[in-house]
C-alpha cells in the first residue's frame, strides 16, 4: 500500500472516532496538503494518532492567546493554525496558502 492511501485511512479511522467537524476540518487540510506528495504522507503515517496531535498543536497555540480572566474563548487565524499542523508533521515545504490558490480559510474546506 502506497504511503497516501496508509494516510488517508489513518486520518479517516481517527475522524471517525473524534467528535466535532473541527477534526474533519483539520483532516481535510492534512489531505489537500499530502496529495499527490508521497513523501509528506509519509510523515503523516509515522505518527500514532495524526489527527489527535494536529488539533493538539493548534490547540497549544490557542493557549497561549488566552488571556488571565477572558474565559474559553479564543481565535487561532487559519494561517497560524496551518503552520502548526505543518510544524507537528515536519513538512518543510511550502504550505498551502492564498498564494497558491488552495486554501483561503478553515471554511473553504467545508
Not at 489537500?32 to 493538539?56: F, H, M, W
Not at 490547540?59 to 487559519?78: L, M
Request: with cysteine.
Amino acid at each position: 500500500m502506497m504511503f497516501y492511501e496508509k494516510a488517508i485511512e489513518m486520518l479517516d479511522a481517527e475522524a471517525e472516532k473524534q467528535k466535532g467537524t473541527h477534526y474533519r476540518v483539520i483532516e481535510n487540510y492534512i489531505r489537500e496538503r499530502i496529495k499527490g506528495r508521497e513523501d509528506l504522507a509519509q510523515k503523516v503515517t509515522d505518527k500514532k494518532n495524526p489527527l489527535s496531535g494536529a488539533y493538539n498543536a493548534i490547540y497549544e497555540i490557542a493557549k497561549k492567546h488566552r488571556q488571565s480572566g477572558g474565559g474559553n474563548c479564543v481565535c487561532v487565524a487559519p494561517d497560524e493554525a496551518w503552520e502548526a499542523v505543518d510544524k507537528f508533521f515536519g513538512f518543510t515545504d511550502e504550505p498551502l496558502t492564498v498564494a497558491t490558490g488552495k486554501v483561503v480559510s478553515l471554511f473553504d474546506m467545508l
